[in-house]
């Protein structure tokens, strides 16, 4: 099963989009890698705003990463096709925090779950998880390096 319908069949429509962003781009490509921007906790319909420890719970916070994945994932999509995906190679996952709050990896398990969900083995990668001032008040950030067929 490609992975475009593996997310299809797990309720996940990815759109082809426009990657300029006047900027910067939402994803590059360098040789058979694939650089994505930081991804705010939005996707469609959906967005999570709030700081994890304060306004948010961890699990709040983990379903916020999944977002901010499936954001992320449509960026790649837009620029090679993600049936082109060879394996998911790096993750840096942001957390908006609230004072004193530490347990980031908690939160990022969301993103990390979601892309072994979808891509098996190649799914499996190398991570950051890290807490921050996330700008616009969103939950979660991640950044993707993907490895792409050429």
């Known amino acids: 099963m490609s992975y475009v319908n593996k997310l299809t ?3 996940y429509v990815l ?8 900027r910067f781009m939402s994803a590059v490509q360098v040789g058979s890698l694939v650089y994505s921007s930081g991804a705010v906790s939005r996707f469609q319909e959906q967005e999570i705003k ?3 420890g304060a306004d948010l719970t961890v699990e709040q916070g983990y379903l916020a ?5 499936l954001n992320a994932l449509q960026a790649v999509h837009s620029l090679v096709g993600l049936d082109t995906v060879v394996r998911i190679v790096k993750v840096l996952g942001m957390v908006n925090v609230a004072t004193g ?3 980031t990896p908690a939160v ?3 993103c990390s779950d979601l892309l072994l969900e979808v891509f098996g083995e190649a799914g499996r990668h190398a ?3 890290v807490g ?3 700008p616009y008040a969103f939950a979660t950030e991640v950044e993707l390096i993907v490895e792409v067929a050429r």
């Open 132 to 134: 921050m001032v996330i």
């Open 15 to 22: 759109q082809k989009g426009e990657l300029n962003t006047g």
């Open 127 to 129: 991570r950051s998880a």
């Open 101 to 103: 709050f530490d347990n």
């Open 50 to 52: 709030g700081h994890i």
């Open 65 to 69: 990463a999944r977002l901010s994945t």
């Open 9 to 11: 069949t797990m309720g």
């Open 108 to 110: 990022i398990h969301g």
